[in-house]
């Protein structure tokens, strides 16, 4: 095996010459552009120190002509996407020497600068992916559209170049700026560049197009057709329209369906100048919010102090953390929202750049009541946490003692082992069913989507407790066919909620009663309705739900807590799947929402078949 130490190598050099920058920037440009580098993350982040480093040693304009030497090309997405940020030329240079693959290029665009995203529409030789990506984020044509029947002298008196287009010409050459190669263009002579600062992110395709031609057209004689340029921009325009168009309402600006302006964002980062303005964002808000000025109150929000206090942040370099502000505008990014942002300093020299944060949507008011429950179900798992320690620990060795996984123990000792072992079981049951009340009441808990057939799920269970209720003559029957209702509860969460409720019925049942179930669906057809009789015993209650209804003298149980609990716990159960469970009277009925997939719940009913037939 073979240790790669270049990059160690060269980070170990001390370029104190500016020839020697400009070798070291070659030399990590060569091993920053291979994919196949591996090397440990703290020497790659101070690779990239090093490079940050020089770009502030070495112009720009000599970084960018490195990167044009013939033969240097580099197929590293992170290079590309390190480079892209740098200056127009070093950014230019830079994207028409990577050399990336159809998948790598769909990752990267997105990612890329707007002003970036332009060099890149005038290159040739991109795959086809990467072409899509740029369609879908539009950045449609490679140039300015030639109206037809337009010619255009070459200055110095050439002739008409017999295509029926308007020819633009560098240096003498024509160039064809529906194909345009933007190496090319940097190339003649150094003179040109795609773009300028007119094009910078955030102005409009038409403008950065306007910017292209003029920067690549040499001045025309007298006679040259003025007019042509801005028929190409209005062919530009009416095309770019009726794309727009053709698209439908969701298109925006002949981009991508998958953002509007009129579709609220949930966050977005941003970043802002030393003045407190934003300068960069995500691309689907940019637009929208870049330019805005955070450290002057006049936004306004809904605390006079978040003002105050985003302001003194921007003053005295301080984080801010949870600051309210409320933004006017597009839909995307009216609203309130919170701020958490941080000052950035140059990694050379410690100068103050700005702020980087992140924008969030601010949450609605909670209500009171509501937090208050979920205070005290938080309350309540922590001592539940605490108590499962010590009743698991007696249970563990009351099952070594029983087991007598240490050597002979006494019959009598192990008897009372089993009871210590079975009444911790028991305990640990009871706090499971806690814990579940206080998590399904303060909607920090949700049970399991899925679909299953309450018909199969209720007969299963009345065919359970049959022979006990048999024995004392009483009996559990349900109305209603063998259609299936398909419920919106995995099988599992139907059983477990079922059991609650007609094993509490079951328990309450006294000597010869006869209890009857119905099963169908609601007035509206979008519930399932099991409903019944109470139980004399259970009729005679003020409050079925309460935790002191408790039934005596039962073979059957529902759970260590009594009648109540166990039917207010099925209640939480039926409201957390979006149903419920009432008393009307002497009656009792649980709705549950009707699932619409059938073939959901035939698979749990296969799989549960296949679980009893094991």
Do not use: C
Request: charged fraction near 25%.
């Amino acid at each position: 095996m073979r240790h790669d130490d270049r990059l160690a190598t060269v980070l170990r050099q001390r370029a104190a010459t500016e020839r020697a920058v400009r070798t070291q920037f070659r030399q990590l440009l060569d091993l920053l552009g291979d994919r196949s580098l591996s090397v440990e993350p703290q020497l790659l982040e101070a690779a990239w120190v090093r490079m940050g480093a020089i770009a502030e040693i070495l112009p720009q304009s000599e970084r960018a002509a490195i990167l044009r030497e013939a033969g240097w090309r580099f197929r590293s997405p992170a290079l590309a996407a390190y480079l892209a940020e740098d200056g127009p030329d070093v950014a230019a240079a830079a994207l028409s020497r990577a050399e990336l693959s159809g998948e790598e290029w769909q990752q990267l665009i997105p990612q890329l600068p707007i002003r970036a995203r332009g060099f890149l529409r005038l290159r040739r030789g991109l795959p086809a992916e990467a072409l899509e990506v740029l369609d879908r984020l539009g950045i449609y044509d490679r140039g300015l559209p030639l109206p037809l029947a337009v010619t255009e002298t070459q200055p110095g008196g050439g002739g008409e170049t017999g295509r029926g287009e308007a020819a633009i010409f560098v240096n003498g050459e024509p160039v064809d700026t529906l194909d345009l190669d933007a190496e090319a263009v940097l190339d003649a002579e150094g003179q040109t560049d795609v773009t300028s600062n007119d094009a910078e992110e955030g102005s409009s395709d038409v403008e950065a197009e306007v910017a292209v031609a003029e920067q690549v057209q040499n001045p025309a004689p007298a006679d040259a057709p003025i007019a042509a340029l801005v028929k190409r921009i209005e062919t530009f325009q009416r095309n770019r329209t009726a794309r727009a168009a053709a698209e439908g309402p969701d298109s925006v600006d002949g981009g991508s369906a998958a953002f509007s302006p009129q579709r609220p964002v949930a966050a977005f980062a941003f970043a802002t100048d030393i003045r407190g303005k934003i300068d960069w964002a995500d691309r689907e808000v940019a637009p929208m919010i870049v330019g805005t000025d955070l450290a002057s109150p006049l936004l306004g929000s809904a605390n006079s102090d978040d003002d105050d206090h985003l302001a003194r942040a921007f003053v005295l370099r301080l984080p801010v953390r949870g600051a309210a502000i409320r933004l006017r505008g597009a839909i995307a990014i009216a609203g309130d929202w919170v701020i958490d942002a941080a000052p950035s300093f140059s990694e050379i020299g410690g100068r103050f750049e700005g702020f980087v944060g992140k924008f969030r949507r601010a949450l609605p008011a909670v209500d009171p009541q509501a937090k208050e429950r979920r205070r005290r179900a938080e309350l309540m798992r922590e001592l539940l946490h605490e108590l499962r320690t010590p009743v698991g620990a007696i249970q563990g060795f009351a099952e070594i003692i029983q087991q007598q996984m240490y050597g002979p123990t006494p019959h009598e000792y192990r008897a009372m082992a089993a009871a210590i072992a079975g009444d911790s079981a028991l305990m640990l049951a009871g706090f499971e069913d806690l814990e579940r009340l206080a998590t399904l009441e303060s909607d920090a808990r949700h049970l399991e989507e899925g679909s299953s057939d309450l018909t199969d799920v209720t007969r299963k269970l009345i065919a359970q407790v049959q022979p006990v209720l048999s024995a004392r003559g009483a009996s559990l029957a349900i109305d209603g066919g063998t259609d299936p209702y398909l419920v919106v509860v995995t099988r599992k969460e139907a059983e477990v909620m079922l059991w609650r409720i007609l094993g509490t019925l079951a328990s309450a049942a006294r000597q010869d009663e006869t209890l009857s179930l119905e099963l169908g669906n609601d007035d509206d057809g979008n519930a399932v309705l099991l409903s019944g009789a109470l139980p004399k015993a259970l009729g005679e209650a003020d409050n079925i739900f309460a935790a002191s209804t408790r039934i005596a003298g039962s073979n059957i149980s529902s759970g260590i807590f009594g009648a109540g609990f166990a039917l207010r716990l099925a209640r939480a159960e039926a409201r957390a799947a979006g149903g419920d469970l009432i008393r009307e009277g002497n009656r009792i009925t649980l709705a549950l929402p009707l699932a619409q997939d059938k073939g959901a719940a035939d698979n749990d009913a296969d799989e549960d078949h296949r679980r009893e037939a094991g």
